[in-house]
């Protein structure tokens, strides 16, 4: 597509409940990176994706946290047994591998706000 | 890890001054990048600088890789040019692209 989608847009869970969160690179982006952002926060990296491999998952906060990727398309962040720190915006870029194109830099999708209630 | 220091954490502004804000990092960095996100929390890339100089608009960017530190200017300041900005360095290695985020500067601009 033209951008990064993210879905949903807005989550409000149950603490204990696991949710689901998506995203959609752009097309060709073989890179895909989720990050979390607090209120009034930086951004907190979570996981990277080259292809559907994760080189590097050290941002996971803990084993309630999991991340996969389809091949160079779809990836999907589950959180299982959701706590109120869960709640945050989870941001998801892609970008394409150094060479590909003119410019490195990353596209950020809209972001899920998920609140744990 | 790496550790990304930006200034000034808030900053105000009649519209149509200049500013600059400061990014510095504490290791050598491949990846350098300024983002803009606005008041309803979308992240826009503005530059791509791991070294030298761009410029994009009223936007320009400096990095000077070999004293660790990167500059956003901001000229004849607009309110639309409000919102949090941030800068994020990547030091490659097996995570090339993953980018460490400052805490930003938020930027105000009054009309």
């Known amino acids: 597509g033209a951008g990064v989608s993210q879905s949903p847009s807005n989550k409000v869970t149950e603490k204990g409940k696991d949710v689901e969160l998506r995203c959609d690179p752009i097309?060709?982006?073989?890179?895909l990176y989720w990050y979390r952002q607090r209120l009034g926060q930086g951004l907190e990296f979570l996981i990277y994706f080259q292809g559907n491999s994760a080189p590097d998952k050290s941002g996971l906060p803990s084993d309630r946290f999991s991340a996969e990727r389809t091949g160079e398309s779809v990836s999907t962040l589950t959180i299982q047994r959701t706590q109120q720190e869960d709640s945050a915006v989870y941001l998801c870029?892609?970008?394409?591998?150094?060479?590909?194109?003119?410019?490195?830099?990353?596209?950020f999708g809209s972001g899920t706000r998920l609140t744990v209630v | 890890g790496i550790q990304v220091e930006q200034s000034p954490p808030d900053l105000i502004l009649q519209e149509g001054a200049n500013s600059t804000l400061r990014c510095n990092f504490s290791d050598s960095v491949n990846n350098l990048q300024w983002f803009h996100q606005n008041p309803w929390g979308q992240l826009i890339n503005l530059f791509y600088i791991p070294s030298g100089t761009k410029q994009n608009g009223r936007l320009s960017a400096t990095t000077v890789a070999t004293e660790r530190y990167s500059l956003l200017y901001i000229s004849s300041s607009q309110t639309t040019d409000s919102g949090v900005y941030f800068c994020a360095v990547g030091v490659g290695g097996t995570s090339y692209g993953k980018l460490t985020f400052g805490q930003g500067t938020i930027l105000t601009v009054h009309p």
């Open positions: 097309s060709g982006h073989t890179a």
């Open positions: 870029a892609s970008s394409s591998p150094r060479g590909r194109l003119p410019i490195y830099g990353y596209t």
